[in-house]
């Protein structure tokens, strides 16, 4: 059982490794659905401590659910990769708001609901502890609003990060928003310079 704030990520948790942290999620059988329809839990994984961390919505059926990786084996996880790549980023930390790949009674990938969102919450929190990013890369309505909460509006594109709970955070699409093409690949790379910038500005300052 990880202990950690649900309400502040900067609060400080019982030292944890990322490894024994990761061996109790994949453990976890909080989620009686998920449980039956995972193949397996999938924590966050990366650079300890990161500069930057990517928070995505849950294993993708044929991505992490399949390769036990966030963000691996599937068209979003390349998008975002290659998109990661591109932006010269190399101090990386990659996870989800929740680690078990949410199905519905045809199968097919679902939202998590509020419950397992909540259930899988002190996960996220003592994954932030432990990579201490310096920007937290929101992708996605549900990635912000669990991070931000409900009452800042998802808005990427923004001038600037949000601070909230001791966190700086960034709207940006999620990688399958773009593969749909709801989104144009070369405004999501602009957007992805963009955060390498916001980055590599804050080496130079201390976080808030
Ligand atoms: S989604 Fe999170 S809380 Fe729910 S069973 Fe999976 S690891 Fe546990």
């Given amino acids: 059982m990880v202990h950690a704030s649900a309400r502040n990520f900067r609060i400080r948790s019982p030292k944890t490794s990322i490894d024994k942290l990761a061996a109790s999620i994949r453990a976890c059988e909080r989620c009686a659905a998920l449980v ?40 979003s996880g390349e998008l975002l990769r290659r998109m990661i790549r591109y932006a010269g980023l190399e101090s990386v930390f990659i996870t989800n708001v929740v680690r078990c790949n949410p199905r519905d009674t045809a199968g097919r990938n679902r939202d998590p609901s509020a419950s397992e969102i ?14 201490q990013p310096r920007l937290v890369v929101c992708l996605g309505r549900i990635a912000w609003r669990e991070l931000a909460g409900r009452e800042r509006p998802f808005t990427p594109g923004a001038a600037k990060p949000t601070i909230a709970r001791g966190l700086r955070l960034w709207p940006m699409y999620h990688p399958g928003y773009v593969i749909r093409g709801a989104y144009p690949e070369k405004s999501y790379r602009r957007d992805f310079a963009r955060i390498a910038r916001i980055v590599r500005a804050e080496r130079f300052e201390p976080p808030d």
């Avoid at 990366?46 to 294993?59: D, H, N, R, W, Y």
């Avoid at 909540?118 to 990579?131: I, P, Q, S, T, V």
Wanted: charged share 25%; proline share 7%; net charge negative.
């Fill in 36 to 75: 039956k329809c995972r193949s397996q839990a999938v924590p966050g994984a990366g650079a300890i401590p990161a500069e930057i961390a990517f928070v995505g919505l849950a294993p993708g059926r044929f991505g992490g659910d399949r390769t036990g990786v966030p963000f691996e084996g599937d068209r």
């Fill in 118 to 131: 909540a259930n899988c919450r002190d996960h996220l929190a003592a994954e932030m502890e432990l990579a």
